[in-house]
């Protein structure tokens, strides 16, 4: 089987299983967009976030898909996926463990993957300003690979207006033998009354080609 059926099954079967384990007070949002120019040069885009909370514990599921050609030669073709469980001990506080993988069709070390667990502390919550930062240590597998790595993620949400909001995620990882991996996503999100997001995103990877997405999407949110 080739690495992107792999990932395309991955990506079905946790899903399926999120579907199936996911409880009546969950939330989250999909979208779906890109940058057409002309038939040989476009960006498409996807993404699927949940989250739910019960007691102390939360779970959140991250994916996103991006794939772009220009002068109609392919230039990127990934899945991204994360999912994370946390359990608070302090209002501020709490402790995670982390699953991760990333497929790059032209990444030449193979599929990502990593697993860790590690701490977090919501720097602040006010009712229009949110930021929290994450630090752990986890376990990187590749083809050629396998090794520990440190990992820091550092989360931000600015409530600019009623409707709008602005959001970025970084994320650094580091380890001995393998490249720096950094990933910043941002978005720029006008959220209409009856749930229908329009946004304007951007994904920058370093992997350790540098890659950058801009992309309008629609989606959902629950």
Do not use: C
């Not at 079905?12 to 057409?36: D, E, Q």
């Not at 959140?60 to 994360?82: G, R, V």
């Not at 009712?127 to 820091?152: P, Y």
């Amino acid at each position: 089987m080739s690495r992107v059926k792999k990932a395309v099954l991955l990506v079905i079967v946790v899903f399926a299983m999120l579907l199936i384990t996911m409880p009546a007070n969950a939330s989250g949002s999909a979208k779906i967009g890109g940058v057409f120019v002309n038939s040989d040069s476009a960006t498409i885009t996807g993404s699927l976030n949940t989250q739910w909370e019960q007691g102390k514990w939360q779970q959140t599921f991250e994916s996103d898909f991006q794939y772009k050609k220009e002068d109609d030669k392919e230039k990127l073709n990934e899945i991204f996926l994360n999912t994370k469980a946390n359990y608070t001990f302090l209002p501020k506080h709490y402790v995670f463990a982390v699953a991760q993988y990333d497929y790059d069709k032209f990444r030449a070390d193979g599929d990502r993957k990593v697993l860790g667990v590690g701490y977090g502390i919501k720097l602040l919550r006010t009712e229009r300003f949110k930021a929290s930062n994450e630090l752990s240590l986890a376990q990187l597998n590749t083809d050629s690979i396998s090794e520990g790595i440190v990992r820091n993620s550092l989360w931000f949400s600015y409530k600019v207006s009623t409707n709008v909001n602005f959001t970025n995620k970084l994320l650094y990882e580091e380890g001995s033998e393998s490249e720096v991996f950094i990933r910043n996503e941002t978005s720029l999100n006008y959220n209409f009354e009856n749930g229908t997001i329009l946004s304007l995103n951007n994904t920058y990877t370093e992997d350790p080609v540098d890659n950058n997405v801009l992309s309008i999407s629609l989606g959902r949110k629950w």
